[in-house]
């Protein structure tokens, strides 16, 4: 287990495009281990390769139904809308209202190199789209409707759906 250092919305690497996961060697294994154990340290529901500074399309995401490592996934398909807050783990303390997809379906690999489709709906969908973003070089910060807002100390708890961190 190893805990890994969350880089915030300043640094460049949160900028840039990750690049595609050829091989899935020891190395990217142990990143998907570390990625969870930060994740579930930082009480998350959501953490991408960049934001650990690695410029790979890996992501983590557990919403609290079980871990999901997804490596070079990509959205199949969308469906509906929601508008709701958002936060990150890269900008802490801070949430903003994010409009996403309803439901989401996309497919990736999974840790050992299986083609794997995850679907879901309400915080799913928008874990796997938060999530998806960073590969991109895109943070939530961008598509905010209104203002980014401190966290209320009374609603900073990890389990709360809507104050969660991605
Ligand atoms: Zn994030």
Do not use: W
Request: hydrophobic share 35%; glycine share 10%; proline share 4%.
């Amino acid at each position: 287990m190893a805990i890994r250092f969350i880089r915030e919305e300043n640094e460049p690497v949160l900028r840039k495009k990750s690049k595609v996961i050829k091989e899935i060697t020891p190395k990217i294994k142990e990143l998907a281990q570390d990625m969870l154990d930060t994740l579930y340290k930082a009480n998350g529901v959501g953490l991408a390769a960049p934001q650990v500074g690695i410029l790979k399309r890996l992501v983590v995401i557990d919403i609290g139904e079980g871990a999901h490592i997804l490596i070079n996934p990509e959205i199949l398909e969308t469906d509906g809308e929601q508008t709701g807050n958002e936060g990150c783990l890269s900008v802490p303390g801070k949430v903003g209202c994010v409009t996403r997809p309803n439901y989401v379906k996309a497919k990736a690999l999974d840790i050992d190199g299986n083609e794997i489709t995850v679907e879901g709906e309400g915080l799913m969908a928008r874990a796997i789209c938060h999530e998806l973003d960073h590969l991109d070089g895109i943070l939530y910060v961008d598509k905010i409707e209104g203002e980014l807002m401190d966290v209320q100390a009374e609603d900073d708890e990890p389990e709360d759906e809507e104050e969660a961190e991605n």
